[in-house]
């Protein structure tokens, strides 16, 4: 009888490309001795969660209630991605960071109290996010933290500002909208009469730039979005610095945009073309138009960065006579 070999099972291949976030956690879940300290995770999450309830309802009356803040719901999805990014940088070694995440516990709960005395929101909400820092460095550790930081940071996003806050940033904002507008509107030959606020066209049409008008909600918007942009590119220092900075002008110069296509709106075609459907169309275009003007920074500062990394000098190549006098002798 012929004897029958098997062939030997070809050797397991380890796969070591970057694995995302959802990769990684269930490649952990899969190792039995890690389970025991998920499921530790999971219940201190959902005591957390429990702890901060008031916060979290919080945050969703802001969300629905506010036009302004309605972008709420988009961060922490937006934040989940970053982390999926930072995680397929490879796996970072998860060990207890006790002192960092007590100490971040610690001032979270201590802000949450002072929210009984002092009833803010807004304290309260930092709190949570800091606390969620905090338990996240107490779990995962402070080499973790350093991996992860950018995803709890942006988090910040989602929290609606105070309300005093709030309106002392939108008063010079609606003023300066009108002042610029109505400026650029005679400039262009189209007379315009400002009284405070309220503009006057031509045939008495009048035009009130409302505090939903002042541009704060593009301005939370697109500093988001430069700071993901500056996140995400590989570039120095400065040239993130610049793309951060540049969220400011942007929202002021798309804001200000929109108010004056309103105007020649109302003035050349009819009012009801500048209210309803057609106002909200009118800023989404303008918010593509601030896009634009972001994607053209953008490719600008890479021209100059090209232009200065072409500039720095390169070390020369050695000649072959010092290549040889550098070669240690082996023999005599």
């Given at each position: 009888m012929a004897a029958l070999t098997e062939a030997p099972a070809p050797l397991a291949v380890k796969d070591h490309s970057p694995q995302g976030l959802h990769g990684l956690i269930r490649q952990s879940?899969?190792?039995?001795?890690?389970?025991?300290?998920?499921?530790?995770?999971?219940?201190?999450?959902?005591?957390?969660?429990?702890?901060?309830?008031?916060?979290?309802?919080?945050f969703y009356y802001s969300w629905t209630t506010d036009e302004?803040?309605?972008?709420?719901?988009?961060?922490?999805?937006?934040?989940?991605?970053?982390?999926?990014?930072?995680?397929?940088?490879?796996?970072?070694?998860?060990?207890?960071?006790?002192?960092?995440?007590?100490?971040?516990?610690?001032?979270?709960?201590?802000?949450?109290?002072?929210?009984?005395?002092?009833?803010?929101?807004?304290?309260?909400?930092?709190?949570?996010?800091?606390?969620?820092?905090?338990?996240?460095?107490?779990l995962a550790g402070r080499e973790a933290l350093q991996r992860y930081w950018f995803a709890f940071l942006f988090l910040i996003f989602m929290v609606p500002l105070p309300v005093a806050v709030y309106s002392k940033l939108a008063s010079p904002l609606q003023l300066l909208a009108s002042q610029v507008a109505s400026a650029v509107m005679n400039a262009t030959g189209?007379?315009?009469?400002?009284?405070?606020?309220?503009?006057?066209?031509?045939?008495?049409?009048?035009?009130?730039?409302?505090?939903?008008?002042?541009?704060?909600?593009?301005?939370?918007?697109?500093?988001?979005?430069?700071?993901a942009v500056a996140y995400l590119s590989r570039r120095p220092a400065w040239y993130r610095a610049i793309i951060i900075a540049s969220g400011i002008p942007i929202a002021l110069t798309a804001n200000i945009t929109r108010v004056m296509l309103t105007g020649y709106i109302m003035h050349f075609l009819d009012p009801e073309y500048?209210?309803?459907?057609?106002?909200?169309?009118?800023?989404?275009?303008?918010?593509?138009?601030?896009?634009?003007?972001?994607?053209?920074?953008?490719?600008?500062?890479?021209?100059?960065?090209?232009?200065?990394?072409?500039?720095?000098?390169?070390?020369?190549?050695?000649?072959?006579?010092?290549s040889a006098r550098a070669v240690p002798l082996g023999y005599s």
């Amino acid at each position: 009888m012929a004897a029958l070999t098997e062939a030997p099972a070809p050797l397991a291949v380890k796969d070591h490309s970057p694995q995302g976030l959802h990769g990684l956690i269930r490649q952990s879940l899969a190792d039995p001795a890690q389970r025991p300290g998920w499921y530790g995770a999971a219940i201190c999450v959902v005591l957390y969660l429990v702890y901060f309830r008031e916060v979290l309802w919080h945050f969703y009356y802001s969300w629905t209630t506010d036009e302004n803040y309605s972008h709420g719901f988009l961060v922490a999805p937006i934040a989940l991605y970053f982390a999926d990014q930072a995680a397929r940088r490879g796996p970072v070694s998860l060990r207890g960071g006790a002192g960092l995440g007590t100490t971040l516990l610690a001032v979270s709960v201590i802000l949450s109290l002072l929210t009984i005395p002092l009833p803010v929101p807004f304290v309260g909400q930092l709190a949570f996010l800091l606390g969620l820092t905090g338990l996240f460095g107490l779990l995962a550790g402070r080499e973790a933290l350093q991996r992860y930081w950018f995803a709890f940071l942006f988090l910040i996003f989602m929290v609606p500002l105070p309300v005093a806050v709030y309106s002392k940033l939108a008063s010079p904002l609606q003023l300066l909208a009108s002042q610029v507008a109505s400026a650029v509107m005679n400039a262009t030959g189209v007379p315009v009469l400002r009284e405070g606020n309220h503009m006057t066209l031509p045939g008495g049409i009048q035009l009130f730039v409302a505090e939903a008008c002042s541009g704060m909600r593009q301005l939370t918007g697109f500093l988001a979005l430069t700071t993901a942009v500056a996140y995400l590119s590989r570039r120095p220092a400065w040239y993130r610095a610049i793309i951060i900075a540049s969220g400011i002008p942007i929202a002021l110069t798309a804001n200000i945009t929109r108010v004056m296509l309103t105007g020649y709106i109302m003035h050349f075609l009819d009012p009801e073309y500048a209210e309803g459907t057609f106002h909200t169309l009118e800023g989404l275009l303008l918010m593509g138009f601030g896009l634009l003007m972001l994607h053209a920074e953008c490719w600008l500062l890479d021209q100059v960065h090209h232009l200065l990394s072409s500039e720095e000098p390169r070390p020369e190549p050695e000649s072959s006579e010092s290549s040889a006098r550098a070669v240690p002798l082996g023999y005599s």
